[in-house]
């Protein structure tokens, strides 16, 4: 039988559509009709597993699954024996402790001996135990932040990205606790076969996080500014110069971060540079 890999991602939610935009990106075709629970690509040695976010490292650490892409949150929550082998760059997201809108935040003894409801008691625990309070943890498995106002907790641990939900509940964000992004984790038992068909796939993975970090910069350039501009665009190796149809003008073409392209934009101007395109990279291999 042909050697495949499995990876489990979420089924739907905030992972998902992430989760498979980033294996289409690297070329990967499968099919995914909404209800199917399993599925195998077409063109590369890879079955995928839908299921629930909270059911992923279990199912990695198990080796029911070889890969598994989850938060960092459902990762150190359910403390598996698994291998985190990269950080995804999305869903990124954190954990922090909120209180009522109108009461007043000493600092964290303002816990000391009150009720906090969460979905990630372990992440609590060990937060509040660094921190030396004694508090009871209530573990729900979601709509956590109404818990205060129905009398249930005084205070919530729960995860925030814009601060709205915590709002439109009358609630506001004391104390972060934990910083989480989407990480691509693996069983650490693999067998060498799988592991290099792993290898595979994280080139690609590769190859399509330095295109999206990176991009193709043109501009037109008179020759006796090109020292000056060559050095503010360096590139890969180092730039194209193309001569211009115009006399005493060139075209120079290279690569650069967004941040550096911001950063140096004034300089390039000042430089001389003139028709500036930047242009997205899909892939790149280094
Ligand atoms: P499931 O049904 O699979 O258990 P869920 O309801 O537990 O899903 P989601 O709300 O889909 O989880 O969130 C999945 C993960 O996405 C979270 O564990 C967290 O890592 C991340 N996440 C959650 N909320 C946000 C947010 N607002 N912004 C960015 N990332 C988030
Ligand atoms: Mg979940």
Redesign the pocket.
Known sequence: MKEIIRIAV???????EDSLSLIKECGIKFYNGTGKLKSTAFNFPIEFLF????DIPGYVADGVADLGI?????LVEKDKQVETIKKLGF???RLSLAIPKGEEYPGISYFEGKNIAT?YPNILNTYLKSRKVNASIHEIS?SVEIAPSIGLAEGICD????GSTLMMNGLKEVEEIFR???VLIGNPGMEEVKKSIVEKLLFRMNAVQQGKGNKYILLNAPNDSLEKIISLIPGMRSPTVLPLAEKGWSSVHSVLSEEQFWENIEELRQAGAEGILVIPIEKMVL
């Open positions: 979420q089924k739907s939610g905030r992972l998902s299921l629930r976010d909270d989850v938060g960092e949150n459902e869903s990124k997201c979905s979601g995860i925030v990205s814009s989480s992004e989407a």
